[in-house]
């Protein structure tokens, strides 16, 4: 069989030489699989289509969450509410006030869109954010630690996704670790005996993402800030998932809220934008104005400053935040976790009952109880009761359904339990419903 060029391919389909090139290589990759003897004129369009199609997809692509993990790191983590996306679209669109004073009309400050309304949700003096909170905790550490020591407990030395360890930030930070206590108990009188004419700071590290539980003891934040007051060393505090409101008023387990720790004194506290706080990726840092203000001034935050698609996302959610009751039900992280199980419940009846209609053969789709997360590295023991569509097939293993709503139009992603592909409902929107019908009404007619 004889492979068109590269040239023939352009000129036939008046195409780029790179999309050209894409049909040559999907024609030799079939040939050599033995899956085409003969190029004929129809195969060649319908190749060049795909080819075509694949070319102008984008590699980020919209998919669909059931699997019940509400801030998933892999899925792009917390979605964003509509006022965000809408101010996220004029400010990407046209110029924008991003470092301009309208007031003097001279150049001005990118931080002060945020910097208000993070003071006034937190309570703290000053803010500042920059691109993660890897990087908040890396400039606050640099600013007031660098070269002198960091007394932080054996059981707060944390790992969060990507090998982000809290002793290798020190020491690209600059600072000597000193450990203190051990892994299930470190008391006050541990951070003192550590202090030394070197001590620059004292850290403590909220355990997001894992629990100790059992034969245990940790200082609690307010001792920690007495213990800086009483030698004139501050007090920082790395928060990770940064949440904004308080769960255990909702009958969730207790998270502790940035403001909380704001009014136990810390000198300062970071956290994620991306978390719990439902907002874009950002590294938040919230403390004294002192503080703030040499972190402001530090070399490292030109590296690691946020751009304006960013700020205008997190200003919209921060605006939201002002009243609770608005924040979940707008913020769609809150909201999901929030989602009672009988609203839950309904919405698997409706997908199992819609997915019957198909009439697919072999196939049974009911409604199971079953447990969502959090995600994102936080609230590690809260399990959030759920419901599901529990596919189970005689028509093909359960991996290949797995993998066959991979590779749909829009990617849907669930899980394997028990045997059987389980579509949690939790994290799904509105319009995801339709399109999870239309993906099993295409599979009818494949099979």
Request: proline residues 4%; neutral net charge; glycine residues 8%.
């Amino acid at each position: 069989m004889r492979i068109p060029s590269v040239n023939e391919i352009k000129q036939k389909f008046s195409c780029s030489t790179l999309l050209a090139r894409k049909v040559v290589e999907k024609v030799r990759e079939l040939y050599r699989k033995g899956e085409l003897s003969e190029l004929t004129e129809d195969q060649l369009s319908r190749l060049f289509e795909q080819a075509k199609r694949e070319h102008e997809t984008p590699h980020l692509r919209r998919i669909i969450n059931a699997t019940g993990v509400v801030v998933h790191t892999n899925l792009g983590r917390a979605p964003l509410p509509d006022s965000a996306l809408d101010h996220i679209y004029n400010i990407g669109k046209y110029y924008s006030n991003l470092e301009f004073d309208l007031d003097r009309g001279f150049r001005g400050s990118r931080y002060v869109h945020v910097q208000e309304l993070l003071c006034e949700i937190t309570g703290a003096e000053d803010a500042l954010v920059v691109n993660n909170n890897a990087g908040a905790v890396l400039i606050t550490l640099n600013t007031l630690a660098k070269g002198k020591e960091v007394v932080v407990s054996r059981g707060e030395l944390v790992e969060i996704g990507g090998s982000f360890r809290i002793p290798d930030v020190m020491e690209w930070a600059g600072c000597i670790l000193r450990e203190v206590g051990t892994t299930n108990k470190t008391r006050l009188s541990d951070y003192e005996k550590a202090i030394n004419e070197n001590t620059a700071l004292l850290l403590k590290v909220h355990k997001s993402n894992y629990a100790i539980v059992g034969f245990t003891e940790e200082v609690r934040t307010e001792e920690l800030v007495a213990l800086g007051k009483r030698y004139s060393i501050p007090v920082m505090e790395d928060l990770g998932s940064g949440c904004l409101i308080d769960f255990s008023e909702y009958g969730l387990m207790k998270e502790p809220t940035v403001q909380e720790v704001v009014q136990a004194g810390v000198e300062v506290a970071t956290f994620s934008g991306d978390k719990l706080l439902g907002g874009p990726q950002a590294g938040i840092i919230v403390g004294k104005r002192e503080i703030i203000q040499a972190i402001r001034k530090n070399p490292l935050n030109r590296a690691l400053r946020i751009d304006k698609l960013t700020l205008a996302g997190l200003e919209m959610v921060l605006r939201i935040y002002r009243e609770e009751e608005r924040a979940i039900k707008e913020v769609p992280t809150l909201a999901m976790i929030l989602k009672s199980p009988s609203e839950l419940k309904k919405s698997a009846t409706k997908l199992s009952r819609n997915l019957k209609k198909l009439g697919l053969q072999g196939f049974e789709f009911e409604i199971a109880r079953t447990v969502g997360r959090t995600g994102g590295g936080a609230l590690p023991l809260l399990e959030l009761p759920s419901y599901a569509v529990k596919v189970k097939t005689e028509r093909t293993t359960v991996d290949e359904l797995k993998a066959y709503l991979r590779k749909f139009d829009v990617p849907i992603i669930a899980r394997i339990e028990d045997d059987a592909l389980y579509l949690d409902v939790r994290c799904l929107f509105p319009e995801d419903f339709p399109l999870i019908v239309k993906a099993f009404e295409r599979l009818k007619e494949s099979l």
